[in-house]
């Protein structure tokens, strides 16, 4: 396309912005068009995109961070031939693929959900890296962002990771339009107060004005012509562009426009361009199918493993046997033991420092483009990233998160560093699976079956060594349970995991001496949960005592209460979880204080089967 028709397609894709808010009587249309210049000469001049092949591997890849602006994203579609105008009327309404904030889970041509602002570049880095590191076909990676989010911190941590790693097949398009949803922006229209920014986290920036489409063009051009550094072009724009009545005026965010039959003759009236996208060049897959047989390490009865170590040595098996598992750590490598997939893996494994939201980003755009990642950090730590792991279940995405060092049994390092939220946290992201094994064998087989799982995938591993209780052979379903102590007598059942898993069957040894059988079993899989054995329980001994590292809110305890949340009779159900705030102590008092070992367990047994002992 010439210049002329350049300008003709920007019209189109406000008139369709404008349309398609108009008839769904909501939307963000103002937003689109700031941008719809950058998109037009995106489109015709600049991508290399075959609509008909999403998964083609040499596509460049397109990632719209300020997913308000969706109507401009399906405008350029109907452009582009992927979708018809009846289709960009359907707007926001129920069934329809254009949702108010894009979803690869109703688009085959988005890359991840969007909407949450400050998450497109952070997931456009984990594309590139993959781009660039692993696949090496030579797409690029086009983020467009709108200037309110650059306030998020993600930003700057995506921003920094991507000059470290010499991303220049990454490009992101700032539209600094100056209006936020309440008002201006914090730098308004000063283009310098971000390239600045980007320029100290090593990115070659380019300052445009961003409704001229040569001035866009030369900036694409040499975009895609710079080595060695990402781009930013950052662009002034005008929110609400080509209408006089909305063209730069505060108020306007996220509402269809008043007169938008007015406004659609103001830009020139309805048009149907359409434009031939650049076909991407040849490519092959980059990465093997997860195909491999895993060898697993193995550990003898008895034994003192670390889960955590555990984890890093199944992980390296893992991608031993599976040429498309990546690994990501947030500099904690050698405390979660994700250090031992790096010494064997080195191609695979990506640092991302103390960048947890980076962490989980990158994780995404890695799955996006087909790898299986694995993320680990402190389970306390995840809790910075939950934004990140929520938009990650929109998405679709299939994530692999390791929370180590979890709970009050970590000892002395205190309150800070003691995941104790982190199993409510997971278990609340729509469609997660969550899995706290109990010991090397048990853990080495989770490791392996989580890659096949789909959605967010959970394993919290404990910093101390636990004895290994299970062969090296046996089988640990998703959904399952073990019921490792049991007879016809029980008086009534413990239920647990992790740590608390040996303190239980401590407990009940001792008070099997007493002459006080008790069940044990170790629920791994905190969710899903293992109904039928709880029911069995609950109707073969009456009462459950269930026994977490963690708060009572939203556990390991809330888990088995909800088991019993279809009409049946509820059996008596006590919990022990940590209540108070702890302080500093070695794993064996910190367990004790919060009433979570062998001998509180036994204590609070003793009560309810009323045969507690008085000195």
């Known amino acids: 396309m010439n210049t002329a028709e350049l300008h003709e397609l920007g019209q189109q894709l406000r008139v369709d912005s404008v349309r398609a808010a108009a008839a769904a009587g909501s939307g963000h249309p103002t937003s689109s068009m700031s941008a719809a210049d950058l998109m037009a000469v995106l489109l015709a001049r600049h991508l290399r995109y075959d609509f008909d092949r999403p998964d083609h591997p040499g596509n460049d890849r397109f990632v719209l961070s300020k997913g308000h602006a969706s109507p401009l994203l399906y405008a350029a579609y109907k452009a582009a031939g992927a979708i018809d105008d009846e ?15 894009p979803t690869p889970q109703r688009l085959p041509w988005v890359e991840t959900a969007t909407g949450s602002l400050g998450q497109g570049l952070p997931v456009g880095v984990g594309i590139a890296l993959a781009g660039k590191r692993l696949e090496h076909t030579g797409y690029r990676v086009w983020v467009l962002c709108g200037d309110s989010e650059m306030a998020e911190g993600s930003v700057w941590e995506a921003a920094e990771h991507a000059g470290y790693e010499h991303l220049d097949n990454l490009i992101v398009l700032v539209d600094v339009n100056r209006l936020g949803q309440r008002g201006p922006t914090r730098h308004g229209h000063d283009l310098d107060a971000y390239a600045r920014r980007f320029r100290a986290f090593d990115w070659h920036t380019v300052e445009i004005d961003g409704h001229d489409t040569d001035a866009i063009d030369r900036a694409m051009s040499e975009a895609v012509s710079t080595v060695g550094q990402p781009t930013a072009i950052i662009a002034r724009t005008l929110k609400g562009k080509g209408v006089h009545d909305t063209e730069d005026r505060e108020g306007l965010h996220g509402k269809p426009l008043k007169n938008a039959d007015e406004a659609i003759e103001e830009l020139g ?10 076909e991407p060049p040849p490519a092959r897959p980059a990465h093997p199918a997860g195909t491999g047989t895993v060898t697993l390490p193995r550990w003898d009865t008895g034994e003192q493993v670390a889960t955590r170590d555990a984890y890093g040595r199944a992980l390296a098996a893992l991608g031993t046997a599976r040429g498309d598992v990546v690994v990501l750590d947030g500099e904690v490598g050698d405390s979660t033991r994700s250090e031992l997939f790096a010494k064997e893996h080195p191609d695979r494994f990506f640092e991302c420092y103390i960048a947890e939201q980076q962490m989980i980003a990158a994780a995404v755009g890695f799955a996006a483009r087909g790898w299986v990642p694995y993320a680990s950090t402190f389970a306390a730590f995840l809790t910075r990233a939950h934004d990140f792991i929520r938009m990650a279940s929109v998405s679709g995405s299939g994530l692999n998160l390791n929370g180590s060092h979890a709970g009050v049994a970590i000892g002395q390092d205190g309150p800070s560093q003691m995941g104790l939220e982190d199993l409510a946290m997971l278990r609340a992201v729509h469609g997660s699976t969550v899995l706290y094994p109990c010991d090397a064998n048990q853990t080495a087989r989770l490791v392996a079956t989580t890659a096949e799982l789909d959605g967010i995938r959970y394993l919290r591993t404990s910093r101390g060594a636990t004895p290994v209780i299970y062969g090296p052979d046996e089988e640990f379903p998703v959904g399952g349970s073990k019921v490792l102590r049991a007879g016809d007598h029980d008086r ?13 069957l401590v407990a009940a040894d001792a008070l099997s001496a007493e002459g006080i059988p008790v069940r044990v079993v170790d629920l791994y899989s905190v969710q899903p949960v293992d109904r039928a054995t709880l029911h069995r329980a609950a109707e073969d001994t009456g009462c459950l005592l269930t026994v977490e590292d963690h708060r009572a809110e939203g556990g390991l305890g809330d888990a088995v209460s909800q088991a019993f949340g279809d009409g049946r009779p509820v059996p008596r159900l006590v919990r022990l979880a940590v209540r108070t705030m702890p302080g500093s102590a070695t794993p064996a008092e910190q367990l004790h204080a919060a009433g979570i070992d062998a001998e509180s367990i036994a204590a609070t047994a003793r009560l309810l089967v009323e045969q507690a002992v008085v000195p």
């Open 492 to 504: 009534l059942t413990v239920v647990a995991a992790g740590i608390t898993l040996h303190e239980a």
């Open 269 to 278: 009236g309805v048009r149907d361009l359409r434009v031939r996208v650049h």
């Open 87 to 101: 289709e960009l009327l359907s707007f926001r309404t129920l069934g329809s693929r254009l949702e108010g904030h």
